[in-house]
């Protein structure tokens, strides 16, 4: 498994994506990676790097549609090293094109998306569930912010981020609420002495509005229209 690094995105905003492409069984797989740095807490449902804490980097990985391995977290930890990704760090995946990414900023808000909706739906369904996630497609979102939230602001911040979602899709014209296997990311800063920490971030409050706003403008960039 070879990365290969090429030069840098100019950066935009607080999410400077850095693209990159390695071969995996002789097929050409592309990765987005955001090297954050310290000084920023998130919270994650990512198979890597999940729940709250503090992290440096965030990768989104593109997988093979046949994607059968079990140890998903060693696979994106070897990635990442490969990478020069040093560090706790989150650890995406997806079997879309991730450079066909989205990429919206809104207020100081940056949020990048990928879209796969091969196998989509709505999550309230009759179906049973099962106890291993279903075969990749997967809507990526990360969102990053440039103040401190307090743990009940983040989780806000991930309903947020999750309603801006839906309300894409369902513009773009997809009968569905997303993917089985979708996946949010959202970092704010790390609190430091004399900062302000939010305790707010639904839609309506002052960075929750500017989440959704980046998000909806993320995915819907990143999710063709029906046609």
């Known amino acids: ?97 991730v450079r066909a990414y989205g990429h919206a900023y809104d207020g100081g808000v940056d949020a990048v998306a990928t879209a796969g909706l091969g196998v989509r739906g709505w999550a309230a369904s009759p179906a049973e569930g099962t106890a291993m996630a279903v075969r990749p497609g997967t809507i990526n979102i990360v969102v990053a912010l440039p103040v401190a939230l307090t743990d009940a602001a983040l989780v806000n911040a991930v309903a947020t981020a999750t309603e801006a979602k839906v309300q894409a899709l369902v513009g773009a014209g997809y009968d569905c609420s997303g993917t089985p296997t979708d996946a949010v990311c959202v970092a704010a800063r790390s609190p430091r002495p004399g900062d302000e920490v939010h305790a707010f971030a639904g839609p309506r409050s002052l960075w929750g509005a500017r989440v959704a706003r980046a998000v909806h403008q993320a995915v819907c960039a990143a999710a063709r229209p029906v046609t």
């Open 1 to 97: 498994m070879t990365a290969i690094i090429p030069p840098p995105r100019p950066a935009t905003g607080l999410l400077p994506v850095q693209r990159l492409t390695r071969v995996e069984d002789g097929e050409r797989l592309h990765s987005l990676l955001w090297r954050a740095g310290d000084g920023w807490r998130v919270i994650s449902s990512a198979v890597l790097g999940g729940g709250i804490g503090e992290r440096s980097w965030v990768l989104n990985a593109q997988v093979s549609h046949g994607y059968q391995r079990t140890d998903p977290d060693r696979y994106l930890t070897d990635l990442a090293r490969d990478a020069g990704a040093p560090g706790p760090g989150v650890g995406l995946m997806t079997a879309a094109d």
